[in-house]
Each structure stands twice: as C-alpha cells, then as structure tokens.
C-alpha cells in the first residue's frame, strides 16, 4: 500500500516520542511553574491574512518563526492592558488559523498565566438522523441511548503528545461531514460532552514560546504545559458553571473523602503518549481540587527511565538552564517535519486504511510543518503514580510497539486512588484513536467517564 511504501523508506528513524517506552530507554532528541487562569479572548476567527501574504512558503522554516517572534510581541503589548476577567475585545489578539474552515471547528484563544495566547478547539455535536433504509447515523452507531443530562454536565481536555497537534491527533477527518466517524472531538462532542482540545507551545496553532525582544527561546517545556493546562481547566470550569461544585479536597488529609458513587462533574483530563505524562503532573499537582477524572492513554511513564538534567552553564559560564528568568536559551532548531514521519505512528497492517493515515500525514505537515523543541525533560522525573488522587483509567493498545508493559502495570498499580480501571485495546497500536477500532476507544472512553451514571 502507499502506506507502507513510505515507511518502508524511512528506514529506522522513529519520531514517536513514546517508542523509547519499549525500548526502555529515553532519547536524548525527545526533548512548568504552573499558573494561575486564563481569560478568554472572544475575537472572530480569520484565516490571518496578513500573515500569509508576508509569507506565502509554510515551509520556510525562518520566516515562519520571525513571523511567529514578531506577532507574538505585538500580541503580548495589547496583553498589558487586558483584563484576566470576562471576554475582551481586541481583535488584534488572533492566533494564525491553518486549516481555515474545517466544516465547523471551533477555535478558542485563552491567554495563559504568563501572557501568552492558546489555541483550544472543540465542536458541537451532530443530530442523529435516519436513512432511508431505517438505520441511524453517526454517533447512534456507538451510544446506547440518546444524550443525557449526566453526558451534558461532564466535560473533557483533550492533550495531545510529543510530534503531532490537536489537529491531527482529535480531529482527523476523510470527509466534511465526519461520515467514518473519526474525529475524536466530534464522537466525544456527539455523545454529549463538552470537549475540547489544546496545542501545546510550539505545536499547532499555539506559537513558540519565543522571548520577543531578543528572539531567544521557543522550546517546549513539561512545566510550561502543566501551567498552560491549568489554564484551560480553569476556563472550562468557568464556562462550564456546573463543573464546580465548591469542594477543596486538597484541604482534606484523606483524598478519597468524597462519596465515591455520586458523578463529579468537574472537568476530566485526557492524555495521550508523552501527553499522558503532562496529564499526570498536573493532576499530581492539582487533581483532586480541579479535576473530575484523569485518562492515561498510551503513557510512556517508565520508572526506569530517568531523563538527565542540561548544564546550567555554557563553556563561557553563560546561564543557559534552569527555571531562572536570568537563563539564557538560544532560539529553538527549526527541522522541518516529513511525510515519512508523519505515518509513523501507524505500526499494524489492515488496521488504518490509506485513506485516513494519508490524510493524518496531510493535515499534520499543514499544522505542523516545523517541529516542536521539548526541553527540560528531566521536569518529567516527578511524575509518580501514588500522587494521583483521583479516578483514572490506564487505557494502551494491546500491540503498541512504544510503551514498555511492565511500566504500564506499575503504572497502574502504584496509583493512589482505588477507583482505577485498566483498559486494553485489542488488535490496536499507539494510535488506536483513528484506527478502525476507534469506537472501542471512544466506548471505553465515555464509559470510563460515565460509570457512576451510565448511559
């Protein structure tokens, strides 16, 4: 097939940052203080055309990330003078828009805790219908039942992992209307959820975290993302009022406290590989005050793993790591992504037709075009199980080549809440999620979030 055309000529490269899972051991080329809300800015979304006429060639890598370097800095002077609270409306704050229209997506800009502008997309749910020959359509193809008011107080984030973008990850589609059902956004938002899903810095539509006076930095870091995940909780907990039901359970010793058969309907978090491991840190560091439930999909957490820390100097004794404001980071490398490692997540013959991997490949070289630089992964060495208080379901492929399975069951053991579920998925890889059993992942999914409740 085409497919396996192109990954046969990729010959042993692996951009997966998940494939040292089970190899166990971390690549030294995989490479937060969290803060506080985010406020929403509501401005009409445009594909930025001025942007695209300044720079007309996606893959000039240069161009592209003084573009980035120079909005960013306009768009942080407007920040000043914004206010944290309520909608503002400044249409000068507009994060690019790559893909245009997308038959509906919705895009959401928030305003981290630092200033800086996030891309959050979601959808709103289809109405089922009948054909003509009396059988349903879309998402009653894996719901018992119409949508519910439990479905409609619980909402979702959605992280993506260490390559590809929302886009690309939640939102892949072969055709407008969605008819294979494998956009991620559109089965959840279908069944009554309210999802959405976030870029990381770097990644998408969400720009490089680019300091823009002096050009330096642009890498994405697990601490950052925990912060920004802070802020999107919060702001789909305030746009979503009956998510917050007033209890702390961080000031209670015993964090299962709660009666543990009454739906919570604060938000649940979603993570997928390396974003399952920044899902992690933020709900050991914030879980049971802001969080409903936490999924860990195809988590490359492996307790043997310890990724090393970077000099904190240059040969010069110039300060080039650490959390200090004083350190200096050169820019971020600008490598371009390829198609080859675009289809690389795609591991098991007959389980992902040409059709939908060609089009992942497509759409993530059209929002990814320039690869994310992850760095300080030694941030990714407090992750520990028994700090997880709440709900969480372990959920990975039974064939995925990229997490260690041994790590998995310590994963899973060594969580600190009893109310845990562990969720294989047969005959599926790392990417189970768009592959032809991506309604047993959305089953597991919904289920998972609905137990106390059901359909």
Known sequence: SAVTALRSSSGA???????????GMMSSSMSHHAGD?????????TSLSHFSQNHPHPRQPAARMRAASHYLTTTRRHLSSSSND????ETTITLPNKTGDRNGLIRHELIADDGHPLRVYSRTPRHTSKNTDDTTTNMDLITTGNVNKEHQQRSILLLHGRTWSSQPVFDLRTSDDDAKQQSTLQSLADLGFNVYALDFRGFGETVRDYDGETGNGGYTTPRRCVADVKCAIDWITKRHPQADDGEDNLDNTYPGFEDPTVLNTKPALFGWSQGALVAQMYAQQYGPSTLSDLILFGSIFDPKVIYPRKPLYDPSGRLVSGLGSDAFKPPAPEVANTDISSLEDFTLPGTICDEAALTFSSLALAVDTIKAEWDELHEFNSCNPALVHIPTMVMVGAQDPYVSWEAQRELFDRLGTEDKAFNILPGCDHAAHILKARKMFVRGVAGFLLR???F
């Open 13 to 23: 490269g692996r951009e997966m940052g998940s494939a040292v899972g089970a190899l």
């Open 37 to 45: 809300s985010a406020s929403f800015i509501s401005a009409p979304m």
């Open 86 to 89: 309520g909608e503002n409306d």
């Open 452 to 454: 106390k409740d059901g």
